[in-house]
């Protein structure tokens, strides 16, 4: 059985964005290169969920 992952709108959206900030066109990206975007743009996720976290707790 494929694992089979559901993905927001917003991380879809950030998933597309970051294949055209790297000239790649979202629908006719390889799926080597559209698991590489989803990487960046999960981590990217990660790194503004932290932020503001830090943020929040230093106020």
Known sequence: MANVIIKSA???ALTN???????YDPSRMSAAHREQAEAVAARS????????RM?????
């Open 10 to 12: 917003e991380r879809e």
């Open 17 to 23: 964005k970051v294949a055209r900030d790297f000239g």
């Open 45 to 52: 996720m990660e790194a503004h969920r932290e932020l503001k």
């Open 55 to 59: 943020e929040e707790r230093h106020r």
